[in-house]
């Protein structure tokens, strides 16, 4: 199985500040590679497919790059409903995996 | 509007069982393959098994292998999960989603409902 680390498990940010994320692959991915938001009590709603694709409504705030095994989420300026936690998942190969999460915290 | 309703969720004994349903509303189930995808108490998400857009064929977690069965009915629009001899690792949340991309299964996810719960406890 594809193994997805994501680092950091948590960061702490202010409003109006840059954020990155990062997601990395035990093997390369190629640019099977998609992003999630999820709130408390709520399902996962996709950000981003294909590494860099942004899903329907997805603010250009949200943004990817990377490829193989190595990949970024960066959210350019942090609104207020951008507090949540991130996973990244490979569709690559089966079976599909997904990384631990990061909690994007208010600073 | 596409909404994705999960239910069956409950409280059961370890070695019991349980039968999850996906009601879809707002698109045709039998032009997609839809999954479901599992989210343990304050855990992440692990993915669970995959049905073909006509239900011909399966892919299934190693976890839960022999144990779980994914199947749907397209003409009542609905996805479902036969859960059985399950145990504590299994308790969680139950989401289904839709299969987005063209590569049957290997595929981004669209999420749509709130889950439902499952808890394994003695």
């Known amino acids: 199985d594809i193994v997805m680390t994501q680092s950091p498990a948590t960061l702490s940010v202010s409003p109006g500040e840059r954020a990155t994320l990062f997601c990395r692959a035990s093997?390369?991915?190629?640019?099977?590679l998609t992003w999630y938001q999820q709130k408390p009590g709520q399902a996962p709603r996709l950000l981003l497919y294909?590494?860099?694709t942004r899903a329907t409504d997805i603010p250009a705030r949200f943004s990817g790059s990377g490829s193989g095994t190595e990949f970024t989420l960066t959210i350019s300026s942090l609104q207020s409903e951008d507090f949540a936690v991130y996973y990244c998942?490979?569709?690559?190969?089966?079976?599909?995996?997904f990384g631990g999460g990061t909690r994007v915290e208010l600073k | 509007q596409v909404q994705l309703v999960e239910s069956g969720g409950d409280a059961i004994q370890p070695g019991g069982s349980l039968r999850l349903s996906c009601a879809a509303s707002?698109?045709?189930?039998?032009?997609?393959?839809m999954h479901w995808v599992r989210q343990g108490p304050g855990k992440g998400l692990e993915w669970v098994a995959f049905n073909r857009y006509d239900g011909t064929s399966a892919n299934y977690a190693e976890s839960v292998k022999g144990r779980f069965t994914i199947y749907r009915d397209n003409s009542q629009n609905t996805l479902y999960l036969e859960v059985d001899s399950l145990t504590v690792d299994d308790t969680g949340v139950y989401f289904c989603a839709k299969d987005l991309s063209p590569r049957n299964g290997l595929s981004w996810l669209g999420f749509g409902g709130p889950g439902t719960l499952v808890t394994v406890s003695s």
């Open positions: 707002g698109f045709a189930l039998s032009d997609f393959g």
């Open positions: 998942q490979q569709y690559n190969s089966w079976p599909l995996t």
């Open positions: 093997q390369s991915v190629t640019g099977y």
């Open positions: 294909g590494v860099s």
